[in-house]
Each structure stands twice: as C-alpha cells, then as structure tokens.
C-alpha cells in the first residue's frame, strides 16, 4: 500500500502581495478612494434627493467591502495552519463574501421597493448636483480600474474580482449622470428612480454569482468545469487501475481544489508508478496540486489467478 499526499506548491496569488507596485498596492489606493466616493455619493444623495445616488453609493460602498475582504481574506489566508486549523482561515473569505451578498441581496430590495414607490409617486430631484456627482463616481472608479490594469489584475483572482466591481461601479455612475442630465434638461423626474432600478440590478447580479460560487465552496462541490465521473473514468484507464472508489473532488477555498480518491492496481503493478501516472492525469484534467490518493493492491483478484500445472510426463 502507497499513501501519497500531494502538498505541492499551490500558486495562490493574493491581492495583498507583490513586488513593486503590485496588485496589492492597486487594492489599497481603491478602497481609499472607494470611501471617498461612499461618502461623497451620500452627501450628494442627502443636499439632491436622488435615489439613484443612494443607490450608487451603496454599491461602491459594498465594493469597499470587497476589497478590504480581499486584503483580509490576503493577509488571513497567509497565516499558517495551526492547531485544530489544519487549513489556516483559507474560508474566512468565503464566509465573509457570503454574509455580504446575502446582505446585499436584502438590501437591494428595499431600494428597489423605494425606486418603484418614486416611480409611482415622483420626488423633485437635482439633476444637475446628480450629474456632477455622476461625473466624479466615473472618475474616481475608472482609476482603481487602470490600477489593477497596470499591477496585472487579470493574472490575479482576487484582484481580477475587483476590477469587475469596479468595471459595474463605472457603469452604475454613468446610469447616474444619465439619470441627472435628463432630470436637468427636461424635468423628467422618473429618469432617476429608473436609475436606481439598473443599479439594484447590477448589484444583485453580482451578488447572486457571489451567493452561487460561495455556497458551491461550502457545500464542498466539485469546482467549476469538474467532471467528478469523468475525471473517475480517466483515473481508472490508467494502466494497472482495476478500480478507482470514494473519489471526492471539493474546494479548500476559491482557487484551491483538493481531490481524494482510493485507487486499487492489480497485482505486480508498481504503486509507485501508478501514483506518478494518476497525479499526470490529474495535471492533464484539472490541475489540482492538492491529492490524498491511496494506493491498494487487488490481493484477491491475484488469488483468483489459477498456478500453472507442470506437464504430466508420459510413460516410458
């Protein structure tokens, strides 16, 4: 019997760490903005009346949410195992994006209750201070997008989930000078409850991808884009696999898959190869580093196996 455990190197790449002027440094600069525009967005809302500011602000002030989860969920995920904490606090972050969301999700439906009561029954607003507020939202949100452009967001999870943010925080405060400059141009008061009603959509869409991915980590699915049954199947082609049973495929946390499966070889096949061959495989499918795979031998099927009768000799 070989045991294996696969503890190589995981390439998690956190927000939080860089060299020079790296995607953790993007992070700060944007959540410091993101709460001076929180807060300019409320002001604004408050002296104009606008819903669609109200609105606008909540979002960016749950991207400032976002991204300081992102830095914590960074500095918490580097702390070592310890303990009963055999994985560290690798699903702090998982917790904390789902508590999040699910507040979100709440909230944007007493905006959305507000919007349509507007609707019905429209309140003067200031589209002009809407617009100019609008136009600062734009600006302020488009930096913290060609930061994490420059400190290559793409290249890194928890980075590249912000950029999104930020990436629906521009429109959103485009939907919000719309809304102003037609109130100002033609006194159209419902453009503004209209607005709000598109952020409320935004917000919720990208609440309920969190509520899906972080459940899916909870539950202890299989990842995005796992097939466990086929992943079984190419395991068990593997030369000298008989049987391939309590496979489990799951997530430690996001961008962290973890496998375990017990693989049984026929007799005479070498362990040791076939633990190599199975760890190819699961290189070649799904790239997950992190493999507790147990290694028995069929005895009984090698008892099964009949010896060889020497030849009777014949008589003289």
């Given at each position: 019997m070989a045991h294996h455990h696969g503890h190589a190197h995981h390439g998690h790449a956190h927000g939080a760490h860089g060299h020079g002027f790296s995607a953790g440094c993007a992070l700060w600069i944007s959540l410091a903005l993101t709460l001076l525009l929180g807060v300019i967005q409320v002001g604004g809302a408050v002296a104009f009346d606008s819903l669609a500011l109200v609105s606008d602000a909540i979002h960016n002030l749950s991207d400032a949410v976002a991204v300081g989860l992102a830095v914590g969920a960074a500095w918490l995920a580097g702390l070592p195992p310890r303990g009963a904490r055999t994985f560290g606090y690798r699903r702090a972050e998982v917790l904390a994006a789902l508590v999040n969301a699910a507040f979100l999700v709440v909230l944007s439906g007493v905006l959305a209750w507000e919007a349509i009561g507007r609707l019905l029954d429209p309140r003067p607003v200031n589209g002009g201070g809407v617009a100019v507020i609008g136009l600062v939202a734009i600006v302020l949100n488009l930096i913290p997008v060609l930061l994490l452009l420059r400190a290559g967001a793409r290249r890194n999870?928890?980075?590249?989930?912000?950029?999104?943010?930020?990436?629906?925080?521009?429109?959103?405060?485009?939907?919000?000078?719309?809304?102003?400059?037609?109130?100002?141009?033609?006194?159209?008061?419902?453009?503004?409850?209209?607005?709000?009603?598109?952020?409320?959509?935004?917000?919720?869409?990208?609440?309920?991808?969190?509520?899906?991915?972080?459940?899916?980590?909870?539950?202890?699915?299989?990842?995005?884009?796992?097939?466990?049954?086929?992943?079984?199947?190419?395991?068990?082609?593997?030369?000298?696999?008989?049987?391939v049973h309590d496979l489990h495929v799951w997530q430690i946390s996001d961008g962290f898959p973890a496998l375990s499966a017990h693989v049984v070889v026929d007799p005479g096949v070498d362990p040791h190869a076939t633990l190599h061959a199975v760890q190819g495989v699961l290189q070649a499918h799904c790239a997950i580093d992190h493999t507790t795979i147990q290694i028995d031998v069929d005895h009984a099927r090698g008892l099964r196996i009949q010896p060889r009768l020497s030849q009777p000799q014949e008589a003289p």
């Open positions: 999870m928890n980075a590249q989930a912000t950029l999104l943010h930020f990436a629906s925080d521009v429109l959103s405060s485009f939907a919000a000078l719309v809304a102003g400059l037609v109130i100002a141009v033609t006194g159209w008061e419902r453009a503004d409850p209209i607005a709000s009603l598109l952020v409320v959509a935004l917000i919720v869409a990208a609440s309920a991808r969190v509520l899906r991915d972080a459940t899916r980590v909870l539950l202890e699915q299989a990842p995005p884009g796992v097939d466990p049954d086929a992943l079984g199947r190419a395991i068990a082609g593997v030369p000298g696999v008989c049987d």
